[in-house]
């Protein structure tokens, strides 16, 4: 199926450090096995994540930058880049969708990965973060059509189309990528972010999690995402 064939190239933007390596990193991490150049951009530096007493904004963002940079070292992820929004705070505005246009433009991504802006809740127990919804939908906004417009923002760099963007977290999932060979990798990369597993050991969930998306396609282990294709694939109207 050509929206589970490995792209040459792919950017992955999410609202926090963790963020790609709770959902996403076990494509990232058979992608870059494959060749494929994955950048990360992270809108914030997850600089609200913590409850410990004499914790400062500026020290939790140094903590974790270093954690997200040792993340993507394990997955393959050649480049990570910081946007510095503040946590809790990031709006989907056209700040933040003109930065990501020239981020697109710069990198040229085939694949753009992201989450889903439409997730308000899950079940009865998990209200989405608001700075999920907003990294969602900036990057989305960002990809069509602004970053192809050719008169849009000319100074952040030449127009460019990406072809196809994964969506993370929609009900309605078109593509599964078998993460069975990367499933250890993924959670290698999840447990880099020390300072937000406290004592709690990830691997459990994120195998539960796997297992249960890639029962529905008869692997071990799956992530599933909304695959659109911008640019049909051959042979398609
Ligand atoms: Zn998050």
Redesign the pocket.
Known sequence: MAGNSVPQSALVI???P??AE?TMAGTVAAWTRAGCQVTYVLCTD?NAGSHEPGMTKEWLAEIRRAEQRAACATLGVGDVVFLGYDDGQLQPNLELRRELVRLIRTYKPEVVLTSDPTRMFSGNGYIN?P??RAAGQAALDAVAPAAEMPLLWPEVGKAHKVQQVYVYGNDEANVWVDVSGTIEQKIAALKQHASQMGDWDPTERIKDWSAEAGAEKGLAHAEKFRVIHLVKPDGED
Request: no cysteine.
């Open positions: 999410v609202a926090h963790d963020d709770f997850g973060h700075d999920h």
